[in-house]
């Protein structure tokens, strides 16, 4: 019981996530192109990988060596990613 409501936590919560991301990129425009998404994709596909192996309850190689992929290549998409001129969160003073 507990472990269903978790996984539709989980499921609900990625499904947010990617609506918020998506809406976010849509507010700054199109700038970085394509390859300023695939940081956000691969570090999704991380999640989703992680989900079907615990679902199917074979964690092994495959699932580890798939997620350190998908994480090294967000990590070098990451330089892709636009910077924002002024943080929301940092106050002037």
């Known amino acids: 019981m507990i472990t269903t409501l978790l996984w539709v936590a989980l499921i609900i919560s990625i499904v947010i996530t990617i ?3 998506i809406r976010r990129k849509r507010k700054y425009g199109k700038v970085g192109g394509f390859k300023s998404y695939l940081t956000s994709i691969s570090l999704y596909a991380v999640a989703v990988v992680n989900l079907i192996a615990a679902h199917m309850e074979s964690l092994g190689i495959v699932s580890w060596v798939l997620t350190l992929i998908f994480i090294l ?3 070098y998409f990451s330089k892709f990613i636009p910077v924002e001129e002024k943080s929301p969160f940092v106050k002037d003073s």
């Open 73 to 75: 290549l967000g990590a």
């Open 19 to 21: 609506f918020r991301a």
